[in-house]
């Protein structure tokens, strides 16, 4: 039996829509424009009606349509973070243009607000490991990290130089972490996780007393594990796969050529 399809939308912190054309809309914004928006929180279990509904489907204004995923790993591609997620269900007609190559995506001028649900989900299946890595284990991991640089700066230095090379040989994160979380339409989970991950590295090693040059790597370290969390499932189907996996997790000192 097939299952329902579900659709998620992703709004601003207060529970408005972001627009659908973010690069339109500076231009409107410049021009005085006040471009319209709805808040999904203030509708929840109501049907919506779009304000100033566009030609279907074509960006012809910063806010054209109802912008919504059936993919959740998706859903954060046009949202700022942090930002809140909403189940929704189209109504009328349902259109996209993204034809074959995005098939996930769907437009609508009309929709009910079904109820709003955990922001994790915007991360994929695996989104609550991912936010826990970021938000609860990365600050404490990132000073322990600083404190080995400032222990130790040479040692740690070559450390991660070795490790630096070792993902540069395999193109761990460019290839494999990238297409990897393309195919598993988790793209813009991905590029989320990564600034997430990169800024709670680098706050905790500054606050941790770590260097300029200490603070960068850390943070990459820092998006490495988050990723690896993140695409643990897609990193998995053979030897090789589990290693680069392991690469992405492991201390620097623990990784061999």
């Not at 203030?42 to 919506?48: K, L, Y």
């Not at 009606?49 to 910063?62: F, L, M």
């Not at 954060?76 to 349902?94: D, N, S, T």
């Not at 905790?204 to 490495?224: L, S, V």
Request: with cysteine.
């Amino acid at each position: 039996m097939k299952r329902p399809t579900t659709h998620y939308m992703a709004t601003r912190p207060d529970g408005t829509v972001p627009p659908t054309d973010p690069y339109q809309a500076r231009y409107f914004e410049a021009q005085g424009e006040t471009i319209p928006t709805v808040n999904l929180a203030e509708h929840v279990g109501r049907t919506v009606d779009h304000p100033s509904p566009g030609a279907k489907w074509y960006d012809d204004r910063p806010f054209s349509y109802f912008h919504m995923y059936t993919r959740p790993g998706e859903v954060l591609e046009r949202v700022e973070w942090p930002a809140r997620l909403f189940v929704v269900k189209p109504l009328g007609e349902v259109g996209n243009w993204g034809g074959a190559h995005y098939p996930y995506w769907r437009m609508s001028h009309q929709l009910e607000v079904v109820e709003e649900t955990d922001i994790w989900r915007a991360f994929g299946h695996r989104g609550e490991r991912v936010l826990d890595v970021i938000d609860r284990q990365l600050p404490d991991l990132a000073r322990q990290w600083a404190e080995e640089w400032v222990a130790d700066p040479e040692g740690t230095r070559r450390r991660y130089d070795a490790w630096a090379e070792r993902r540069s040989d395999t193109r761990v994160l460019d290839q494999w972490v990238f297409w990897k979380a393309c195919y598993s339409r988790r793209s813009a989970a991905a590029k989320t996780a990564e600034s997430l991950a990169r800024t709670a590295g680098t706050k905790a090693a500054r606050e941790a007393g770590a260097d300029e040059e200490a603070t960068k790597a850390i943070g990459t370290r820092a998006w490495c594990l988050a990723a690896a969390e993140l695409l643990h499932d897609r990193l998995c189907r053979s030897d090789y796969e589990k290693r680069l996996r392991e690469l992405l997790r492991g201390s620097p000192h623990l990784v061999t050529a």
